[in-house]
Every structure is written in structure tokens, then in C-alpha cells.
């Protein structure tokens, strides 16, 4: 089950595509003492600095984008990646934090050379995408791209999605006999779907492979919603501004807060709750955002 709320997710996006990489060691010589003078011996080895108490990494879901390495600056602490399937490039924060591996070996960030390419663990630091982990691989793993559908065309199978995390348009080859599921909130009929629900404005989540002339292939794509589609809510209001139309809602069957809009003179009883009222709340989604049409105190 994913997470309805489009307004975080609009232009959404992960990839992945793989490449073998040669990681350069360094060695280091320690001074041959001279015996014949006591007081040259052997420097005893520096004390490390003790490790800063780190802050545990930025909590929530995350997701795999993937590229070749352009760019790793260590004064912005900041890796440069030429996303798979686009000429465009995304800026990828890291620090202490951040675990950089070659076919399961961990290097340092800074090992990370141009046009390696890597597939990136990553979540959101605020509004800025966090490097989770790193990995150089030689096999093919799957990717994530999650976010709109910009379009679909029957014939060639060619599907365009906008990610909702590098805010580019991602090309995906979707083979003849790809699954395709619909999940999502209570509301929403859940079970096998088709190319039909691949309609502009869906919003999905695509798993696949790298493929031929830098698209992906898809393995498999989850609807979560449609445009015209209905889910019920229950919850405790967070947020109601009633001067731009926005509802937060804490749902308490998954411990998160979505974000709704509504009409106030089209809910006649939202005039009487406040932050803090449990509600049950049916929204329809038009393709953008997500409308309240009825909303129940409970």
C-alpha cells in the first residue's frame, strides 16, 4: 500500500544502471627507524579523532535512482549524477552518514570516480535528496521510478513518467504481459489491472531493468491511483486552513499525514471542526491533487 499524497510526489523518480568499476587503493609507508641513533624510532601511530555523535539518518521511505557518476565535490559534500535515460543531472547530498560499497566492498565517497555508474539509495533531508547508500555493481539490479504518467502509447509500449524526485520525464519500455496491479487506499479497486489505467495523470510505481538505448524496461507496475478514483480516510485533522481550502489529515491506519483541498461552502459541516477532530473522509483524485467530497465527524 502506498502513500496517497500526490503533492509530495508529484514529479517523482528513481533509476538504476550498473557498470563495472576499478577502485584505486593507496598504501602507505611508515620511516625505517636508524638504529644507531635512539631518539630516531618509529612515530607511534596518530590517535583518531574521536567519531562525532551523528545524527540518525533522515527517517521515511526510501528510493533507489541510479546513473553514472559526473561529479563528487567534497566542499559541498555533494555527488553530481547523470540520471539513467536523460541527459539531465541531479545533485545527491551525503556525509559521515553515507555508505559507498564496489560489489559489496565498502570504499570511501571520495573513491567514486567519474562515469562509474552507481545505484543510489536515497531519501529527503528536508528538501534536499540524501545519499543513503552507494553501490557500484557489475550485475543488473532493478530500478524505482515512482510518480504521473505523462503519457502511455499502446503501440510502441513507450510510457513517459514524471518523477517526482529528479522532476524529469522518464521513458519506460512496457513489454506485452508486464503486471500490472492496483493497490491504494480503501476506495480504490485493488487487483489486477491493465494498459488502460496507464492513463495521463495515474499515478504509479514502476519497477525495472536497465535496457537498451538508456530506457528501462518494466517487470512490473503498481496503480495506486487513477484519475476519477475515490479513497476513504480516518483520521485526526492536523491542519484546516479554510482561506486556501487545505486539510491535513493524520490516518491512523498508517501513522501518516496526507493533504487534502476542499470547497468550504460545498462541506457545510467542516465549519465545525478544528484541529484535532477525528474525521472519515471520501477525496477523489482528478489526476493533480486530491478533493474532498464528503466528510463525516466521528
Excluded: W
Excluded at 68 to 84: G, K, N
Excluded at 144 to 150: A, M, T
Excluded at 219 to 228: K, L, N, Q, Y
Amino acid at each position: 500500500m502506498s502513500s496517497p499524497q500526490v503533492q509530495g510526489m508529484i514529479r517523482t523518480f528513481a533509476v538504476v544502471m550498473l557498470s563495472s568499476v576499478a577502485v584505486a587503493q593507496n598504501s602507505q609507508q611508515i620511516p625505517t627507524p636508524n638504529p644507531g641513533n635512539p631518539a630516531d624510532s618509529i612515530p607511534a601511530p596518530a590517535v583518531a579523532p574521536p567519531a562525532k555523535n551523528l545524527p540518525p539518518p533522515p527517517p521515511g521511505k526510501s528510493t533507489v535512482i541510479g546513473g553514472a557518476i559526473a561529479r563528487v565535490d567534497p566542499v559541498r559534500d555533494e555527488i553530481t549524477l547523470r540520471l539513467f535515460g536523460s541527459n539531465d543531472t541531479m545533485k545527491v547530498f551525503y556525509d559521515e552518514r553515507t555508505q559507498v560499497y564496489v560489489n559489496g566492498k565498502r570504499i570511501g565517497v571520495l573513491d567514486l570516480r567519474p562515469e562509474n555508474h552507481a545505484s543510489v539509495e536515497t531519501t529527503l533531508d528536508g528538501t534536499r535528496v540524501f545519499a543513503l547508500r552507494i553501490h557500484v555493481l557489475t550485475t543488473l539490479p532493478e530500478g524505482d521510478c515512482r510518480g504521473l504518467v505523462e503519457s502511455y502509447d499502446p503501440g510502441s509500449g513507450r510510457l513517459v513518467v514524471a518523477s517526482s524526485l529528479s522532476h524529469e520525464s522518464v521513458h519506460i519500455d512496457v513489454p506485452s504481459g508486464t503486471q500490472i496491479v492496483r493497490v491504494g487506499q480503501q476506495g480504490f479497486a485493488s487487483g489486477q489491472s491493465g494498459t488502460s489505467d496507464l492513463v495521463r495523470g495515474s499515478l504509479v510505481d514502476v519497477k525495472f531493468q536497465a535496457g537498451q538505448k538508456g530506457r528501462g524496461v518494466a517487470t512490473h507496475i503498481d496503480v495506486m491511483a487513477t484519475p476519477g478514483s475515490q479513497f476513504t480516510f480516518d483520521g485526526q485533522i492536523s491542519m484546516l486552513d479554510f482561506s486556501s481550502g487545505h486539510l491535513g489529515l493524520l490516518d491512523t491506519r498508517e501513522n501518516q499525514t496526507f493533504e487534502f483541498h476542499f470547497d468550504p461552502y460545498r462541506l457545510h459541516n467542516i465549519r465545525e471542526l478544528h484541529e484535532g477532530s477525528k474525521v472519515r473522509l471520501t477525496a477523489e483524485y482528478d489526476g493533480s491533487q486530491y478533493q474532498v467530497v464528503d466528510l463525516t465527524p466521528e
